[in-house]
């Protein structure tokens, strides 16, 4: 009896287990049977993507020579658009369609990075090989920094130009500069091309090629460099320093012209107080007597000036001509021109008349308000500047 019933129990457990994996079989397989689809679906379409991306790198994307390839000069000229550049590269042979190079270079983000200049480039290399190319350069720079120095004469910035490649030599620069005609549209060249005694400036543009650094094309030429610098004149100069000059009684010609003897006579924490001299002194009626506009004249910046320098005749001496010089001596920067414009009141009103140089080498200045005690500071000081001149062989 125990025996037959462990058989039926035996039978009945096999068949369950039958069923049981069966059931799980088929659980399985409906779990797979629509990722297999997929999978076998997503074959078929990246097979067909395959075939198809081939077949289009092929026709568009692809070197148009990777067995024999060629050297092919290549020039993209300043400011042609994308189309024009797609189109010169088809028909010198270097890409398969104008029409593809342009999307890929507008998609990819090439379009507005690519860079005039002069390449060789190669049949061998595919559109992303070429767009990178172009984006990259020539190696030759289109574009240069050029600095207006505060300080310095036309002819110091003309030096540096050639000093530095932008020009081969400095006699056009300078010939315009001297002249001016060229730049009469902008009103304050007009200006002093139409002012007394104009022709005998040294330099009509002196004073008026704004200090700053400018980012000018390797080629420009003298006229263009010119332009650039004048065309920032009216931002070192703007309207309300111009309705202040106004105020005082000068032109922009006169503020610019005291503002460079003030670059040149001092550092700019004295800007203020020369300033107060010099005015000081233009209300009196007395001559400048600045030793910097005897300097322009010799092109010798001596500390000591002798007897002859003193009595040179040019309408640039301060201490032969009453009043201010014909006109800029220098370039002034932006912080002289407002001392011109807002001299130091405390040395207005206590009358300052007079400075020295207390040490030629750091540029510290001696302020006096009598005759007397500035004789007095240059016996004092003077031994300092023949040291100095000797110094530097003058």
Request: proline share 5%; with cysteine; charged share 25%.
């Amino acid at each position: 009896m125990k025996k037959g019933i462990r058989r039926n129990y035996t039978y009945r457990s096999m068949h369950e287990e039958r069923e049981y994996g069966f059931f799980v079989w088929s659980g399985i397989w409906r779990i797979l049977r629509p990722l297999l689809v997929a999978v076998t679906s997503l074959i078929a379409v990246t097979g067909i993507l395959y075939g198809l991306w081939e077949t289009l790198y092929g026709q568009y994307l692809a070197p148009v020579n990777m067995q024999s390839p060629q050297l092919i000069p290549f020039t993209v000229e300043s400011g042609q658009s994308l189309s024009r550049v797609a189109a010169n590269l088809e028909e010198a042979g270097l890409i398969r369609s104008r029409t593809v190079f342009k999307y890929y270079c507008d998609f990819s983000g090439f379009a507005q990075k690519i860079q005039a200049g002069s390449y060789d480039l190669s049949t061998d290399m595919n559109m992303n090989a070429i767009a990178d190319q172009l984006t990259r350069g020539d190696g030759n720079p289109l574009v240069r920094d050029i600095t207006m120095i505060p300080g310095w004469t036309l002819e110091d910035f003309a030096a540096r130009l050639v000093e530095k490649g932008v020009l081969d030599n400095r006699d056009t620069f300078l010939e315009l500069c001297r002249d001016g005609r060229a730049f009469r549209d902008y009103y304050y060249v007009a200006d002093v091309l139409d002012s007394p005694n104009a022709g005998s400036r040294k330099y009509m543009l002196e004073g008026y090629l704004a200090a700053n650094t400018y980012e000018v094309y390797t080629s420009a030429t003298e006229e263009e460099i010119i332009r650039k610098l004048l065309s920032q004149t009216e931002r070192a100069f703007p309207a309300d320093d111009q309705d202040q000059a106004a105020a005082m009684g000068y032109t922009m010609d006169q503020i610019l012209t005291l503002a460079s003897l003030i670059e040149k006579e001092a550092k700019p924490e004295d800007f203020t107080r020369v300033s107060a001299v010099f005015h000081n002194r233009l209300d009196r009626g007395m001559k400048l007597q600045s030793d910097v506009t005897v300097h322009y004249v010799t092109g010798v910046p001596r500390m000591h000036l002798t007897q002859e320098e003193l009595n040179l005749n040019s309408p640039y001496n301060t201490y032969v001509v009453g009043g201010l010089p014909l006109g800029p001596i220098c370039t002034p920067s932006a912080q002289a021109i407002q001392a011109a414009l807002y001299p130091d009141p405390a040395y207005r009103a206590e009358q300052y008349l007079y400075f020295c140089a207390r040490d030629p080498e750091s540029g510290e200045l001696y302020f006096s308000r009598t005759l007397q005690e500035h004789e007095q500071a240059v016996q004092l000081y003077s031994p300092l500047w023949d040291d100095y001149d000797r110094s530097r062989g003058l």
